[in-house]
């Protein structure tokens, strides 16, 4: 069974603190989204990639697309995304070839997503129709209200989740749909199929490395490990 990706290139990196997108910022060599383009065309199952972006950087990304898809079986279609993640992920939904499809959603501000974890996604969301990645989380996580810690939060059962997130189609355009019509905003796509359908989310363990690069010191961690892959 294939997929299709939307994989998202349209926010502003304000956190990043650089002059332009931080998608677009290279990382030893290469820009922040051809790492993970590059895993997406290099795996045999993805038959479509999404790619959403800013309408001023679309000629940019088209002919840096045009570059990496040479020989590839698999189809590039370029939209442009919203003013909010969410709306860029719906934006990218309307252009799938089909809403039967699994669909895997990606930050194309996180390049190190391996091809053995999109596997593992892919084969776990056949099994449950809504799969993400994500890991446990390592630090002591306290509630804190107004500078005052309330409590320590257990950790057992806690986890940082990640992207790509994996479902249908059509089960996440309804509750994309759903959210649009009351104007809810989740912080990921897990968090609509939770509150506007009954599928339980499959929970599938990723890697510390599949790191989403924020802030400028990510952009330091993400040389590390670029360097470390290579050697
Ligand atoms: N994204 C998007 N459309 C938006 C906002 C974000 O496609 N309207 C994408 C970003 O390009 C990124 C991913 O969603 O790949 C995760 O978002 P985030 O890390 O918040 O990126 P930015 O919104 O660009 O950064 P910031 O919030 O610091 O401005
Ligand atoms: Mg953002």
Sequence with gaps: LDYEVILLAAGQGKRMGASRNKILLHLIGKP????????????????????????????????????E????????????????????????LKAL?????IVMVHDGARPFVTLKQLKLLHQKVQETRAAILGVP??????RVIEGIVQET????????IQTPQAFY??????????AQQEEYLGT????????????PVSMVLGSYENIKL??????????????????
Aim: net charge neutral; charged share 30%.
């Design 69 to 92: 898809t040479k020989k590839k079986n698999c189809q590039i279609t370029i939209v442009s995304g919203g003013c909010e993640r969410q709306y860029s992920v719906y934006n990218g």
């Design 137 to 142: 989380v390592k630090d002591t996580i306290k």
């Design 188 to 199: 990921d796509d897990a968090s609509l199929i939770e509150k506007y359908s009954h599928l």
């Design 169 to 178: 189609g059509e089960d996440l355009l309804a509750v994309h749909v759903r």
């Design 153 to 160: 939060v257990p950790r057992e059962t806690l986890w940082q």
């Design 214 to 231: 924020t802030t400028p010191e990510d952009m330091l961690i993400g040389e590390a490990i670029v360097k470390r892959k290579r050697s």
């Design 32 to 67: 922040v989204i051809s790492y993970s383009l590059n895993t997406f065309l290099n795996d045999p199952a993805c038959k479509h990639i999404v790619l959403v972006t800013q309408e001023e950087e679309q000629d940019l990304l088209a002919a840096m697309v045009k570059k």
């Design 97 to 101: 070839l089909d809403q039967k499809n």
